[in-house]
């Protein structure tokens, strides 16, 4: 609806679909997500890609006219009009244009055991602590699959579409490489109040550090905002909890120094 309909008249737009692409750091990102949107299944409904080369090298590209089967895939379903499903009725005209796309014996296969997998991967987190809040980003895994599936399809015949054991394998491990980065930051980076994430966030880097371990003085220097005193209520709550140990270390002709060791799971 436009304000003045004698100058702009409405124009329906059939079956209308709002894709939204978002970009943010990382850290914005995550920092920004809370325990409670997991859990009632928001996050679950974002394909979240994370970068792990933050600053790429420039890459120029000689021809930047796209490909032509690419286009010529683009032209053909903007011309497409496919015919309602045999036994539709009515629901036609409600539902214009309007596809039932099929899947092959393999696509199905993939889908099937996929959804089992990701069912149990579901239960298990249910019952780990912490994962009572996580759980819910396995429950649209399958679901977020069968829509990439779908799209990686598209470039078949418009006319002979259908979801192939290729496209449903891709789209499969495609999403459960999101979902286990997705988790995985998750319980280093989401918590219920911003305590608990600097907590999770000193917890990680000391887990990153592995055997070697890590000085005081470089947790200090990356969490400098911080406090001094919740830095060492943190790092004493670590340690007397059994995640991480303390102990004294000398690094060249240097004094001994403060170092943390992670021993969790």
């Not at 036609?92 to 099929?102: D, E, F, S």
């Not at 995985?184 to 990153?208: P, T, Y």
């Amino acid at each position: 609806e436009f304000a003045d309909p004698d100058k702009d008249p409405r124009i329906d737009i059939k079956e209308p679909c709002l894709c939204l692409y978002g970009t943010a750091t990382p850290g914005q990102l995550f920092s920004s997500f809370r325990a409670d949107q997991i859990a009632d299944g928001f996050i679950g409904r974002l394909l979240i890609f994370a970068s792990q080369d933050p600053s790429p090298e420039w890459s120029d590209v000689a021809d930047k006219m796209p490909p032509k089967d690419l286009c010529d895939t683009v032209t053909r379903w903007g011309t497409f009009s496919p015919q309602a499903p045999e036994g539709m009725g009515n629901i036609a005209a409600a539902t214009h244009g309007a596809q039932i796309v099929p899947y092959t014996d393999e696509a199905r296969a993939v889908l099937s055991a996929f959804r089992k997998r990701t069912a149990e991967l579901r239960k298990q987190m249910m019952k780990c602590q912490g994962g009572e809040s996580l759980h819910p980003l396995w429950g649209r895994a399958a679901e977020q699959a069968e829509k990439l599936a779908l799209i990686a399809s598209m470039d078949e015949p418009a006319d002979h579409l259908r979801i192939t054991g290729g496209a449903m394998r891709w789209a499969t491990e495609l999403i459960s490489a999101l979902v286990s980065g997705l988790i995985d930051v998750a319980e280093r980076e989401v918590s219920e109040n911003g305590h608990d994430r600097i907590v999770n966030q000193i917890l990680a880097m000391i887990k990153s550090a592995g055997s070697a371990g890590i000085p005081r003085a470089t947790i200090s220097r990356k969490f400098r905002k911080i406090k001094a005193k919740d830095r060492d209520d943190i790092l004493t709550d670590l340690t007397r909890d059994g995640l991480v140990r303390k102990d004294s270390k000398k690094v060249g002709r240097g004094r001994p120094s403060e170092w943390y060791f992670y021993e969790g799971d």
